[in-house]
Nanobody, 119 residues
Framework: VQLVESGGGLVQPGGSLRLSCAASGFTFSRAAMSWYRQAPGKERELVARINRDGGSTNYADSVKGRFTIFRDNAKNTVDLQMNSLKPEDTAVYYC?????????????WGQGTQVTVSS
């Protein structure tokens, strides 16, 4: 299983970034996909989650209305569009796959990509 994030970087407050996660090594359509983030000195937290067919999404209250999670099951990718970024969005962002086969679910993580929101 491999999850490779891209798209992080430095952006000014109010700006936008789009993160992308390319997945391989498993049946992508069997996985619920999520983005988590971890800021220095804080615990990793869920940012957004999308179910296997893309019909259902969930967001942390802090990002609702600003972030949107997308998936493309044909390309095995999941993206996070981040708008109206704030300094408090600064963190390492991780792609996460919860792969379900029969009744067993395994969780996999990407290596993370840094997002810094600063003027």
């Amino acid at each position: 299983v491999q999850l490779v994030e891209s798209g992080g970087g430095l952006v000014q407050p109010g700006g936008s970034l789009r993160l992308s996660c390319a997945a391989s090594g498993f049946t992508f359509s069997r996985a619920a996909m999520s983005w988590y983030r971890q800021a220095p000195g804080k615990e990793r937290e869920l940012v957004a989650r999308i179910n296997r067919d893309g019909g259902s999404t969930n967001y942390a209250d802090s990002v609702k209305g600003r972030f949107t999670i997308f998936r493309d099951n044909a390309k095995n990718t999941v993206d996070l569009q981040m708008n109206s970024l704030k300094p408090e969005d600064t963190a390492v962002y991780y792609c996460c796959a919860d792969v379900t086969i029969l009744v067993v679910t395994n969780r996999y993580w990407g290596q993370g990509t840094q997002v810094t929101v600063s003027s």
